[in-house]
């Protein structure tokens, strides 16, 4: 066969340009990339070789061969794992499978420290290559099959593929490495990055110089050794090599548990929230092994969707090595391990907890992915919701749930909340003028999610959660700190919201009187059992639109000194009041004006007099 030329696909090819030109730090990650690469031909072969024996025989030891060749400028990463055949190449080294590419692009920052680890991340790893190598070759065949290929790019544009009889079961990356990266043949060099990130690859790693070979990496599971010979630095190591990523494990788990069911597990609580956190695509960070064989990193509900930042390993030998994916869905076996390891995390947060300054750390990270175990019924909820901390009007820092329940009024049995999209609004929003001046706590809730887990979360430690535009009831029995001035008269009241009413028509569905305002003239909510304005602008910002809009209700405040003025009222002055007031309202709420030139008329007007 001749030699055929594809381009890369268009993601595909953006990719290449920002490794080739614009990202050039930390380029001796594209090795550990190779190498994890390697790494995963081997275990998928070694897990062919459950259902094809002859594979694996052929094959011999699985391993990693790394390759300097002074003379020809090449750097060449060989292992004699799965390999790779026409399709395989075209599919996977021409073509970015996953959707998450755009999320890649969308990711960048512009700090070059930051859009390399997104590389890892979002599984761009060979390409790495292109940092280093103007010409990359991979020759490759695959187990099973009797035709070999050669792959070639410069990374620009297009790859060529061609027949290659010679090529052996297995695949060799060669890196024709760009004049300026010669560092990269230096056997010394070699062996440190190998050694600081590839310690723990379960295949053997050798660094082969004038055909003498070495083997660099210590190669065993790191997570069957005993805790006691293990170091900070190697769970430091492990966890970004596993992770794909720069930052220091927040939280490491390693528990050795003998039982009904017998598992190890090396579990890890990232610093950092990683980019791809809500990617709904991206595969878990946690791999699963039966007696230290690797059967996938790809298995749904691994772990609880609000535990979906944990990375490591899980190993148990209560599962057969050739274990399906079906039967992965179903066994009891990982829904047991699963069980326990949740206990086990909640229970190791719930310890950390109690230092709240490195506990922020962790909230302000993963906070917005453990709320949304709040959200449904589940064994752990309440052990969740003790874990969940939140900004409130008292004072500027996070409290926990049950140190809110300690500070309520005695005659309070309800948690107030309010929810926005930013802490300080929030902090102004006319809406908390009665509790406040009530003494009264109140939760300010600023993650869409929020939204969701205040209505079905039933309650906690005996109460319920209300937003604050329904806190009518309580309010009448606690009497404000101060009292403001004298409320209008019934039949003046009656009149006036009779009025605003006529004034407003389809604007508002009800206008009421409320003890809720203390500085404020009016407010503007929506009814018990109604979307809240801000769930209602979320929804539109996602493009759903006036079936969700809901009916609002203009509240009054029966002793502002305006009302009572307005109550006097009458004629165009008044019209233009209330209209003001109105969209006053809005403002305060985060809305936009629906007519901004109205409201400049009246405003005008009103200021002319
Ligand atoms: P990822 O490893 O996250 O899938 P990469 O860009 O590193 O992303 O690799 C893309 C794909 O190319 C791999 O998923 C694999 O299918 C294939 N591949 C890369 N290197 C090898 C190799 N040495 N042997 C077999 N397949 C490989
Ligand atoms: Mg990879």
Redesign the pocket.
Known sequence: MTQETIEFQAEVAKVLDIVIHSLYSDKEIFLR??I???A??CE?LRYAGLTHPEWTAKAGALRLTITPDKKAGTLTIT?N????NHD?LVN??GTIARSGSAEFFKSLSGDKQKDMALIGQF?????ASFMVADKVQVR?RKAGEEQGWLWQSNGAGSYTIESDDSAPVG?S?ILHLKKDESEFLDAFRLRHLIKQYSDFVPFPIYLTEDKKEEKINAGSALWMRPKSEIDQTQYKDFYQSVSHAFDTPWETLHLHVEGVIDYTALMFIPTEAPHTLFQPDKPTNVSLYVNQVFISNDIPDIMPYWLRFMTGVIDTKDLPLNVSREMLQQTPVLTKIKQGLVKKILSALNKRAEKSEEYQTFWKSFGVVLKEGLYEPSENREEIAKLCRFYSTNGDDLTSLADYVLRMKPEQKNIYYLTGSHLESLRSSPQLEGLKARGIEVLLLTDPVDEFWTNTYPEFDGHKFIPVQQAGDELEKIKPVEAKGDALSKDKADKLLAHIKSVLGDKVKEVKLTERLTDSAVSLITGAGQMSLHLERLMRAHGQKTAFESTRILQINPRHPLIHKLADLTGEDSDNIIHLLYDQALLAEGENLPNPSDFNRRLIQLMMK
């Open positions: 990339e190779l994890s690469n390697g995963d031909a998928k292992d794992g799965i390999g790779m395989d996977h080294l599984g761009v790893g060979f390409y490759t695949t990356v």
